[in-house]
């Protein structure tokens, strides 16, 4: 696994972590919390709200990768773990993680190339650490992410058998729907671009009516349980002709290019060739830090990020530090909800 050549300076007290979707607690998509943090300072307010918050000519730029059901019940030297599922390589091969059965809450670090994970008849032969074929992790102790061998027919497992990834600080499971965002029409990705999951329709028809635009780009999202200090994977991804124009126009036209999560962040900032965005597509491994900003992308729609994440250095490297410190701070503070079923911010530097 790469690591991290820095590390995110903004730090904060522990967070409370949203153990079910808004809808199981009684609320539409679009009324979870909103932070808006700007250079003049942190207002609350919900997430349907954020017209308010953006101008006329704006451009939210949204990920539409749809979730897939990477999680499946498997065995691995006759024990139980819980494998998850990502990228599908053009070798045909899958990135794959072995985390402890039953609640996936561990990654499971000691396997080694050769080895075979069996699943219905489906077996997966571990052949090299993704994605540098050697096997390192910031602690020392093992692998997390493989590349495997399939034979069989995998898909129709997790066709069968297969759930969303999840981890152990939800209530229960719940079904792959409420992992899927309004934008989600492209199946692919192992876990959901989270940022995107508050808009509804009805937001969405609003924000247009305010002239703010949209437009599409497409990062099918790897496992997202990085250990500290370990950086994002590669991941597959597509910035559209017309999103590229469309970017392009609005800032000459003095609009903002306010990113939809850290998917879109990457997405777009891997499609910059020369100060400029461009139609591009393919294997990004672009990481978007304070030491290598993007170089498009104006403002962030995001959700609450862990200490020491990868996504943590993206949200300081477009929101700067003083800002970023200043909105976990008071996200803490007034109890926002953390992770992809959590509350969420908008960061606006200029």
């Known amino acids: 696994m790469t690591l991290l050549s820095e590390t995110p300076t903004v730090s904060f007290a522990a967070a409370d972590f949203a153990p079910r979707p808004a809808e199981a607690r009684g609320l539409v998509r679009d009324e979870v919390r909103l932070l808006v943090g700007t250079a003049e300072g942190v207002r609350h307010a919900r997430f349907r709200d954020l017209p308010d918050h953006l101008r006329a000519g704006d451009l939210l730029v949204v990920n539409d990768s749809a979730t897939v059901a990477g999680e499946v019940d498997a065995t691995h030297r006759g024990r139980a773990v819980v494998l998850h599922v990502a990228a599908r390589l053009e070798d045909g091969d899958r990135v794959v993680e072995l985390r402890s059965a039953p609640d996936a809450a561990r990654a499971v670090l000691d396997a080694r190339s050769g080895e075979v994970v069996q699943v219905d008849g489906v077996r997966l032969e571990l052949d090299a650490p993704w994605p540098t074929g050697e096997s390192s992790s910031p602690t020392g102790t093992g692998n997390r992410l493989w590349r495997a061998r399939v034979r069989g027919d995998l898909d129709a497992v997790l066709a069968r058998r297969g759930r969303p990834i999840a981890y152990g600080y939800l209530d229960r499971r719940y079904p792959l729907a409420a992992y899927q965002t309004v934008f989600g029409i492209r199946p692919g990705s192992a876990e959901m671009a989270s940022a ?12 247009v009516s305010s002239g703010v635009l949209l437009a599409p780009v497409t990062l099918h999202t790897g496992v997202s349980s990085q250990e500290a200090g370990e950086a994002p994977g590669p991941e597959w991804f597509e910035v559209p002709a017309s999103t590229a124009r469309l970017v392009e126009s609005v800032r000459a036209g003095g609009g903002r290019v306010v990113a939809v999560g850290t998917t879109a962040t990457r997405a777009l900032e891997s499609a910059v060739v020369d100060g400029s965005v461009v139609a591009a597509h393919g294997w990004t491994s672009r990481v978007v830090t304070p030491a290598d900003p993007p170089r498009v992308v104006d403002g962030l729609v995001t959700g609450w990020h862990d200490p020491h994440a990868s ?29 992809e079923f959590g509350d969420a911010a908008l960061l606006l530097p200029r």
């Open 196 to 207: 995107g999951r508050p808009f509804t329709e009805a937001l969405v028809t609003r924000l």
């Open 311 to 339: 996504h943590l250095l993206l949200v300081e490297a477009v929101a700067g530090r003083a800002l970023t410190q200043a909105a976990y701070d008071a996200a803490v503070a007034h109890g926002y909800l953390w992770h």
